[in-house]
């Protein structure tokens, strides 16, 4: 990005308009950029070892989830300190973003759009 200075002593840009248009940003996408469209499935990470299925459930009320799978060690059965959380549409998944940092616990709890499987 070349400044020019003016003979009035302001500083002009040398680009064209191309070159200009080429190094803004793209206007983000409406939504999260990360969700595949039809997976309404969150990430839900740094839940509280102590918190069940019934407190993501109740944490995430207004969103309208439909299955809760907090994922546990195999052998001990202990929780592995997240969540894959499943809403009726992608409102609600939207809804369940803007609870990211919210606590659970007293733990900040960490929400992102859910990734399929990938076979």
Request: aromatic content about 4%; hydrophobic content about 25%; glycine content about 10%.
């Given at each position: 990005?070349?400044?020019?200075?003016?003979?009035d002593g302001q500083?002009?840009?040398?680009?064209?308009?191309?070159?200009?248009?080429?190094?803004?940003?793209?206007?983000?996408?409406?939504?999260?950029?990360?969700?595949?469209?039809?997976?309404?499935?969150?990430?839900?990470?740094?839940?509280?070892?102590?918190?069940?299925?019934?407190?993501?459930?109740?944490?995430?009320?207004?969103?309208?989830?439909?299955?809760?799978?907090?994922?546990?060690?195999?052998?001990?059965?202990?929780?592995r300190g997240y969540?894959?959380?499943?809403?009726?549409?992608?409102?609600?998944?939207d809804n369940a973003?803007?609870?990211?940092?919210?606590?659970?616990?007293?733990?900040?709890?960490?929400?992102?759009?859910?990734?399929?499987?990938?076979?």
């Open positions: 990005n070349r400044q020019q200075q003016q003979p500083q002009q840009n040398s680009q064209t308009p191309q070159q200009q248009q080429q190094q803004q940003p793209a206007a983000a996408p409406s939504g999260d950029p990360r969700k595949n469209p039809g997976y309404n499935v969150a990430y839900v990470g740094n839940i509280a070892f102590e918190a069940g299925p019934d407190d993501i459930r109740t944490l995430f009320a207004d969103c309208g989830v439909t299955k809760v799978r907090l994922h546990t060690d195999r052998d001990t059965g202990k929780s969540a894959h959380v499943h809403f009726a549409d992608e409102a609600g998944l973003l803007q609870l990211s940092g919210s606590e659970l616990h007293g733990r900040a709890i960490k929400v992102s759009p859910g990734q399929p499987r990938k076979n």
